[in-house]
């Protein structure tokens, strides 16, 4: 305990202190980034006395600091020594790759956002946040160094290490989405801008600086994002057998699956409202607004998938049941927009014709097609799981996709009979809400897709027997050793290794060996 509270010293002064120190050295950095055309385009250069107090200020950072960060990594290096298990321990992966997930963190978003701003005439200071995205990315590597000086050990220690690869892994995704879909939508602003007639500055907001899509910066960012979700990919290549990173590829995949189904309901909207977009003064480029996230989610989910697929003979799901998560995963996301549109056409359906419905609008029947086109997917990709889970024989995809549909089924019954009810039963009592007709029907409606759901998955889960536990093995009795004496016989008794009527036996027994 003494030595674990030791240890938890040395690295929580240590990591301290080494973000100290790098805050020092990006104080020195930014203040020579501030002497190039880095700064701020409405400012000049700095002053003499700012500068002499930013070298003042760097200068004991990395004097004061540096020197305690220095004596602490001599300490923890002799802990090392005297310790063989102290390198692969838990508090130092904590603490080391703690400092890995911050560093990264703050440097790839701040290079991104600087990259992004330089060629555009207000885009403000970028010699600090280029200071700290470049010392960010050295502390980075120094620590990556030290880490893999001595590797994690299995067990806690390797948990956070997988935690910050393929957590951060994933937060990075996540950064690069707005880059990336940025930069896309910027080059097809540009290809309009010299194909057509459309423009991207109108006359007034020209005046105030408009300068029209900024590619270079706008690709140079996303580069950067990039880059990081990749390094971070080549960082763990080497750890086949986690189940942590089966996990986050399937959410990646399952993300860019989600960014392909909304642009296919944008463009099918559009299709099915003829192309009619609700700001006239954005000329052509709500036309193709889908491409961006189209192109961002087949990426994505290309990129992921094929690191599945080249995962799935080493992983511990094994490789059947990778191949049928990776198609339960896009069937489980298309389902959401299928049965929720299917319920939406049943609404506008209703509303026709009932006596009192309101009747529905071109917007509202296009949005109501246009989410079960972006669902329809769903419908031969369940029938391929369905297949390829009997063929495998790996069903537990499968039934997890059915399960879950069965549950929503379950949840969207309830909640329709519930509204039903409540609207009529009011209405009863004579208490009727304003619209309690309205409400009525619109609980009968959920009411009518829950019972579809729950009717057809529930058929499935019965006839596939998703609904039974496995037998569980009947654990073999222990042999129990015949007791020689009344005592023992009572003793097995006791420890209910014999039953009552086995201990009457053995002792009427050992009453006719006595006499």
Do not use: C
């Given at each position: 305990m003494a030595r674990s509270l030791y240890r938890l010293y040395l690295y929580l002064v240590f990591s301290v202190l080494i973000l100290f120190t790098a805050g020092g050295a990006t104080a020195l950095l930014g203040d020579l980034f501030e002497r190039t055309g880095l700064r701020d385009p409405a400012s000049g250069a700095p002053s003499s006395s700012a500068t002499l107090q930013t070298a003042a200020f760097g200068a004991t950072?990395?004097?004061?600091?540096?020197?305690?960060?220095?004596?602490?990594?001599?300490?923890?290096?002799?802990?090392?020594?005297?310790?063989?298990?102290?390198?692969?321990?838990a508090i130092r992966a904590f603490f080391l790759n703690g400092l890995q997930a911050i560093t990264v963190l703050v440097a790839i978003p701040t290079a991104a956002s600087?990259?992004?701003?330089?060629?555009?005439?207000?885009?403000?200071?970028?010699?600090?946040?280029?200071?700290?995205?470049?010392?960010a990315l050295s502390v980075f590597a120094l620590v990556e160094w030290e880490r893999r000086r001595v590797p994690a050990a299995p067990g806690t220690a390797l948990v956070f290490q997988r935690l910050q690869h393929y957590g951060v892994q994933l937060l990075l995704l996540f950064i690069a989405t707005s880059y990336a879909l940025s930069a896309l939508l910027a080059t097809l602003e540009a290809v309009l801008t010299s194909t057509s007639s459309y423009r991207s500055c109108t006359a007034q907001a020209a005046q105030y600086g408009c300068s029209g899509p900024n590619l270079p910066g706008s690709w140079g960012a996303l580069l950067v994002a990039t880059l990081g979700v990749v390094g971070y990919?080549?960082?763990?290549?080497?750890?086949?057998?986690?189940?942590?990173?089966?996990?986050?590829?399937?959410?990646?995949l399952?993300?860019?699956?989600?960014?392909?189904?909304?642009?296919?309901?944008?463009?099918a909207d559009q299709v099915l409202n003829g192309f009619n977009t609700p700001h006239a003064q954005a000329g052509d480029l709500d036309r193709y607004?889908?491409?961006a996230p189209l192109l961002f989610g087949i990426a994505v989910a290309a990129a992921y998938g094929l690191w599945l697929r080249a995962d799935a003979l080493a992983?511990?799901?094994?490789?059947?049941?990778?191949?049928?998560?990776?198609?339960?995963?896009?069937?489980a996301v298309t389902a959401v927009p299928f049965w929720w549109g299917c319920g939406y056409v049943l609404h506008n359906l209703v509303e026709r014709v009932v006596a009192g419905g309101t009747p529905p609008t071109r917007t509202q029947w296009s949005t109501s097609f246009a989410l079960v086109i972006a669902g329809i997917a769903y419908v031969p990709l369940a029938l391929y799981l369905a297949q390829l889970s009997h063929q495998t024989a790996a069903p537990g995809p499968r039934r997890a996709l059915t399960l879950g549909l069965l549950a929503a089924g379950t949840i969207t019954g309830a909640v329709g009979a519930a509204t039903a009810l409540y609207a009529v039963g009011t209405a009863v009592l004579n208490a009727p809400l304003g619209n309690w007709q309205m409400v009525a029907r619109d609980g009968v409606e959920i009411l009518v897709i829950?019972?579809?759901?729950?009717?057809?998955?529930?058929?499935i889960s019965v006839r596939e027997h998703?609904?039974?536990?496995?037998?569980?093995?009947?654990?073999?009795?222990?042999?129990?050793?015949?007791?020689?004496?009344?005592?023992?016989?009572?003793d097995a008794l006791l420890a209910r290794q014999l039953t009552r009527e086995e201990a009457a036996a053995r002792l009427r027994a050992l009453a006719r060996l006595e006499s």
């Open positions: 950072a990395l004097l004061i600091a540096g020197a305690l960060t220095s004596l602490h990594y001599w300490l923890i290096q002799r802990d090392l020594r005297s310790d063989v298990e102290a390198g692969s321990g600087t990259i992004s701003s330089l060629g555009r005439p207000y885009r403000g200071d970028a010699a600090t946040p280029m200071a700290l995205a470049i010392v990919v080549l960082l763990a290549r080497d750890d086949t057998h986690s189940t942590l990173r089966q996990v986050a590829r399937f959410a990646s399952g993300y860019g699956v989600i960014f392909i189904v909304g642009a296919i309901y944008q463009l607004t889908f491409l992983s511990s799901m094994g490789a059947a049941n990778t191949l049928t998560t990776m198609i339960a995963i896009p069937a829950g019972a579809i759901l729950v009717g057809l998955y529930g058929t998703y609904l039974k536990m496995a037998p569980t093995a009947a654990k073999a009795p222990t042999p129990v050793a015949a007791p020689g004496t009344i005592e023992d016989v009572l």
